[in-house]
């Protein structure tokens, strides 16, 4: 019974997204363990649920041929850093 009062208090929480700086900081790092670059900060720009980046066309295409593989290791990256359960 109080496992279900829990599971329906954690229920009002699903919707919140985690912090733009976590999204950032996992990009950064899956950039830099793939493609052996580092982006900087700035380079990324999160608005609601997309991301753009401001780098070089050629790692960009790296990038767009790899992005379930990219997006998959961010999503880790974040729910590690970032989860409420």
């Known amino acids: 019974m109080a496992l279900q009062g829990i599971t329906l208090f954690l229920d009002r929480f ?47 295409t790296e990038l767009h041929i790899k992005k379930q593989e990219f997006e998959e290791k961010i999503q880790t990256l974040v729910s590690k850093k970032y989860s409420i359960y």
């Open 14 to 60: 699903k919707h919140i997204q985690p912090p733009e700086k976590y999204i950032k900081e996992a990009i950064i790092q899956v950039c830099k363990e793939e493609f052996n670059q580092t982006i900087p900060n700035e380079a990324i720009v999160v608005k609601k649920n997309s991301v753009y980046l401001k780098i070089h066309p050629l790692l960009r």
